[in-house]
Every structure is written in structure tokens, then in C-alpha cells.
């Protein structure tokens, strides 16, 4: 069976929708991209999930009466495991890498705590918590890159893992490969590195920023990716781990739950499709040097990103900022805590990164 729509007629409406619409408060109004409104908070990919991914979940859907089949979690397993020449024991599965993070956290929490940077993603850190997992912070360096000095200085007795964002988000800001090789191997021998390569597709130099080598070497290191960035499968709930085997076997051993049918079918369609990736890749650099060009046009600097997102210091009330984008159907993101002016703008579709450059020119001078 196929499914036939016509993709620009979706994107039209919504676009029209966009620029005509006032906001309908839902239930829903936090998640998911409500209608006639243009979402640049959450670092998603608008361009996926890749037709070939839509029709493999669409007929997946038919074997949805039936937990994850073997033979299809084994099939992709096995495609991640030979792209990054590991073995099937170096793998997790989870839905969504946030699963596979806040397992990790969970299970080395127990032994120990946690260091991280002082600004990061932190979805996995509530549930943590809750979870009587401890941790502590290490600020950034005045530019707001992730200062390996300081957590390396900081790492004792008491700390078991140490995570690290690679690219960061907030920041968009990536550490050199090198550098961080060479620290992962220095603290190594003392706490677990845990890498979240949620945007590795998206740098500049993918196998040079990666940890997979470090893995391949049997290091202490677990490096975290996902399926809901470059392969544009947010809503798909699929990410997956690497990892020395007992370090995998940990993780799994804290999971709270197992990836659904649709989204494994739709990952194992899209993982190798390299004409996707280059597609989407290139979409999301073009999105990203709009967005660059109208805030330099505006007297702003944003921070040098290699994602899908970046983040600007705006001068002035990012949470007021982002209330009057709002009004105007263009949803990004407030101010995060300790960083009140400074905003962050996901890519959306190009065509909605047009109107994004007109309003927020608009709002800006107004
Ligand atoms: C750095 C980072 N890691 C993980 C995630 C969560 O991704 P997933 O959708 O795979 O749970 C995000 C989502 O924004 C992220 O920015």
C-alpha cells in the first residue's frame, strides 16, 4: 500500500496558516507544531522523516498489534552496528536518545555523581532527580564553550559519569575531536564519559567531532545518538547508544520502555539513504545561514553553530522576545536560566525561515 499527498500543498498551509492564524489555545499547545504556527524552539527537522521512512512506518503500522519484531530491531541493529564498525553487543536501542540518557544517568548515578556543564540540554535531568541522582555543574568558559580543564579538575572519587553535549545545546558551540578524545581518555580511567551526539550528523567534520572510535577502542566512553535530528523523526521516538558491552548491558538493564514498531521500521529505511541525509544537511545549512544573515543584519552575533539551531545573545528580554514572536506565529525559545537576553532559533523550512527573517526584523525594530 502507498500513501499519496502532496508535501508543498501541506507546507503552503501551513505557511498561509502561519502569517493568517491567531493562536488556538489546546491541551497540546506545548508540543508538536500547532497549526498555522512556524516552530523554531525545538531544534526539529521539518524536512523528515523521509518519504521512504513515512512509507515503511505507515506499513509497519500493520504489525503494530505486536511488540518490536527481533528480526527488525536485529536488522537495524545490525545497519548501526556496520556503519560505525562495532558489534551488535556494543548497541542500545531506545526511544528516543533521551530514554537511553536519563538509563545512563540513573544507573551510574547510583554509584556516584554526575558532572555536567553549567548550560546544556537537560531533558533527562527532571526524571533524574526525581531518581535521587546527584549532580554537579561546571561553568562554561566566558565564550560558553564546555571547559574541559575545569571538569577534568573537577572530576573525584564521588563522580561516576560525566556528560558531555557534543555539539551543545544550547550553545550550538562543538568541541574539537582531538580535544575531547584526549580528555575522555585522561578521565577515563577515573568516571564514565557520557557523549550525546544528538547533532554529530550536522557538524562540520562528522567522523573527527564523533567518539565512535573511542568506543571502537573499548575506552570508557558511551557516545548517545538519535533519530530525531538529521533524520528528522522527533515525533518517531528512536535513539540508540554505543558502548563498551558491559556499559550497553547497564543501560538496557535501566530502560523503562521498548521502541515502537513504526518508528524502528521508519529508521531502518532512512538510516544508510545518504541522499537523505546530504538533502537534509544541506537544507538545514542553508536555513542556518538565513537565520545568521538577518541577525547579523540586526546588529546581532550569534554564536558559531554546527546545528540545527543557533544562539544569539538578543541585548534585551529573551523571554519578552520570544512572547512577542509569538503573537506574530513564530514559536522559539526563551530565555534559559543564568542566560536571561539570550534566545535560541531552530531551522525550520526554508520557506518558513523567510517569513521568520521579515517578523523578526519586524519585532526587533519595533
Ligand atoms: C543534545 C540533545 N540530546 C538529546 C535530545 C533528545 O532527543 P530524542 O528526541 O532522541 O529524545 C535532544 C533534543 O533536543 C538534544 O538536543
Known amino acids: 500500500m502507498s500513501i499519496q499527498f502532496n508535501r508543498r500543498d501541506v507546507v503552503r ?7 493568517g492564524l491567531a493562536l488556538t489555545p489546546t491541551v497540546f499547545s506545548q508540543i508538536g507544531a500547532p497549526a498555522g504556527k512556524i ?76 558532572l555536567i556543564p553549567g548550560l546544556t540540554f537537560s531533558d533527562h535531568f527532571n526524571y533524574s532527580r526525581k531518581m535521587g541522582i546527584k549532580m554537579k555543574s561546571v ?35 562543538t568541541l574539537d575531536g582531538d580535544e575531547l578524545r584526549d580528555f575522555c581518555r585522561s578521565v577515563g580511567g577515573k568516571a564514565t564519559v557520557l557523549v550525546d551526539e544528538a547533532y554529530n550528523e550536522l557538524t562540520d567534520n562528522p567522523t573527527y567531532t564523533a567518539m565512535t572510535d573511542l568506543v571502537r577502542d573499548g575506552e570508557n566512553v558511551i557516545v548517545i545518538r538519535t533519530f530525531s535530528k ?19 548491558k547497564t543501560i538496557i538493564g535501566h530502560l523503562v520502555n521498548y521502541p515502537n514498531v513504526p518508528g524502528l521500521a521508519a529508521a531502518k529505511a532512512i538510516y544508510d539513504d545518504q541522499k537523505f541525509i546530504t538533502f537534509s544537511r544541506n537544507k538545514v545549512l542553508k536555513g542556518r ?78
Open 289 to 366: 545561514n538565513m537565520v545568521i544573515d538577518t541577525l547579523r543584519t540586526n546588529g546581532l552575533e550569534p554564536l558559531t553553530s554546527q546545528t540545527n539551531f543557533v544562539y544569539v545573545d538578543l541585548g534585551r528580554d529573551a523571554s519578552e522576545f520570544q512572547r512577542l514572536m509569538a503573537e506574530r506565529n513564530i514559536l522559539i525559545r526563551g530565555a534559559y536560566d543564568g542566560y536571561p537576553t539570550y534566545s535560541r532559533i531552530s531551522m525550520g523550512r526554508i520557506e518558513e525561515l523567510e517569513i521568520f527573517q521579515r517578523v523578526f526584523t519586524e519585532v526587533f525594530n519595533s
Open 230 to 248: 538529521i533524520f528528522g523523526m522527533a515525533g518517531m521516538r528512536i535513539g540508540y547508544g554505543m558502548a563498551r558491552p558491559d556499559h550497553a
Open 13 to 19: 498551509g501551513m505557511v498561509n496558516g502561519a502569517v
Open 39 to 114: 516552530a523554531l524552539r525545538y531544534n526539529e527537522n521539518p524536512y523528515g522523516p523521509s518519504t521512504k521512512a513515512i512509507q515503511a512506518a505507515y506499513e509497519a503500522v500493520n504489525e503494530s498489534a505486536y511488540y518490536a519484531p527481533i528480526p527488525l530491531q536485529n536488522s537495524l541493529l545490525t545497519m548501526i552496528a556496520n556503519k560505525n564498525k562495532l558489534s551488535r553487543e556494543n548497541l542500545v536501542l531506545s526511544s528516543g536518545s533521551v530514554e537511553a540518557l536519563g538509563a545512563a544517568f540513573v544507573a551510574w548515578g547510583k554509584k556516584g555523581q554526575i
Open 139 to 173: 561553568p562554561l568558559k566566558k565564550d560558553l564553550s564546555i571547559d574541559l580543564e575545569r571538569m577534568e579538575a573537577a572530576v573525584d572519587d564521588n563522580v561516576s559519569l560525566i556528560y558531555i553535549c557534543n555539539p551543545n545545546n544550547p550553545t550550538g558551540l
